[in-house]
């Protein structure tokens, strides 16, 4: 009798076994997430040193809020990143390494939402410390449709459109 997880796949791969692509597949998706754990551990790094600043007193109410949204969502998308490799030293060599790849995937994209709310929020305070309230709206807007387009919305479409086409 066949072992389910030793069976060939189809497609592209189909000379890898299932438990080969689940491997590689892993192996992937955590390299990913390490490129952009860095990025919002840097930033995360430096809204922690924000409030030790001189004249950081003087941010006004939205300033404050900006600054409180841009450290929770970096805390956040870092706490995202971070859990798939948690989890893989964890579960190390047991039967539920697909789980926590389905599992890892979706933390992997709830983690760049946070990075995307943190960024955006983030360069509005920048922005309206240096240069005022409508442009800090402006920047912050550029930042948010930037990420939402190309983390989100423009491999949704992919997805379509190849579903489309088979």
């Known amino acids: 009798m066949n072992d389910p997880a030793q069976e060939r796949t189809e497609g592209p791969e189909s000379d890898e076994t299932r438990k080969e692509r689940v491997d590689r597949e892993l192996g992937e998706l955590l390299q990913g997430l390490r490129v952009a754990v860095t990025g919002v551990q840097v930033l995360f790094a430096f809204l922690l040193t924000l409030p030790f600043a001189a004249g950081f007193h003087k ?7 900006l600054f409180f949204i841009s450290l929770l969502s970096a805390a956040l998308a870092s706490v995202l990143f971070i859990t798939p490799a948690a989890q893989h030293r964890l579960l190390f060599r047991t039967p539920l390494k697909e789980k926590m790849l389905h ?3 979706k933390l992997g994209i709830a983690g760049a939402v946070g990075l995307a709310i943190a960024m955006t929020s983030s360069v509005a305070l920048v922005a309206d410390t240096v240069i005022n309230a409508w442009p800090a709206a402006l920047f912050g807007g550029a930042v948010a449709l930037s990420s939402a387009w190309f983390w989100i919305l423009q491999p949704i479409i992919d997805l379509h459109r190849i579903r489309d086409v088979t």
């Open 103 to 105: 599992r890892s995937n």
């Open 59 to 65: 941010l006004e109410s939205g300033g404050r809020w």
